[in-house]
């Protein structure tokens, strides 16, 4: 089945790590989701020919929902969508700019929800739908939920809508969550351990599961890990 892929904050890091090695799976049309459309056309082009940039800012809902019906009148169904792109910011809870706290929820967690909305009527009609959200282990009420205050709190929440919503959708659909570990890109930083590619083989993992393999639940290096 030739399939529509849409991974957000695909530009760069493990978003950029992600199109790139599903784009070797040439059967699969990637849309490479990012804010700058011209750097992201040119990333696209010298990916591969079934790589297209679409315009996909998630910091405000009107605008973000402008950009996903752009997509669909463009491109049509999503069947796999990767929830990838985030921000960090640091700052301990009654120290933080609160403008900051709801932009990390808005970003991290809330544009993911309404992304999947959006996909989902569309992949419950085809009877078929893989979505990953690229989570945290600090994320994890099981590690602790380490981390800036904000950041956890978000990925707390991705995980808690992973794990309810794919209770609520038939099981033909498969909805996951995933730690990528620490990575070397803008938000892990250079002295990470792990390569942007060894962070994405997750969610490739992830995307490529079959009509009986598990959803709702979270990852790290493709096997199951506590929430
Ligand atoms: N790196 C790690 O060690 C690590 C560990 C655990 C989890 N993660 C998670 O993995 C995911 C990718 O992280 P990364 O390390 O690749 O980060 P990164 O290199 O900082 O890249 C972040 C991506 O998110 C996009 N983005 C940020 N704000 C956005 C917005 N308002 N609208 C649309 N796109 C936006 C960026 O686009 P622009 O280029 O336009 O800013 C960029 O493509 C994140 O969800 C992160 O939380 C990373």
Known sequence: MKRTVLVSGGNRGIGL???????????????LGCRNIKEGQERATSIGHNVHAVELDLSKNDVLHHHISSIMKKHGRIDVLINNAGVLY???ALKLDESLFYQT???????????MRACLPGMIENNY?????MSSGWGS??????????????KATLNALTHTLARQVP????????????VRTDMGG???????????D????????????????????????SW
């Open 90 to 92: 640091e700052g301990d």
């Open 17 to 31: 790590a992600i199109v790139e090695s599903l784009a070797a799976q040439l059967d699969d049309i990637l849309l």
């Open 105 to 115: 929820m808005q970003i991290n967690a809330m544009a993911a929800y309404e992304l």
């Open 129 to 133: 739908g893989r979505i990953v959200n």
């Open 202 to 225: 997750t969610a490739i993992f992830l995307t490529n599961l079959h009509n009986d393999g598990p959803s709702g639940r979270f990852f790290r290096d493709r096997k199951l890990i």
């Open 171 to 182: 099981d033909t659909i498969k909805i996951n969550a995933m730690c990528p570990g620490w």
């Open 190 to 200: 250079q002295d990470a351990s792990r390569s942007p590619s060894e962070g994405a």
């Open 141 to 154: 009420f099981a590690e602790g939920l380490g981390g800036p205050f904000s950041y956890s709190v978000s």
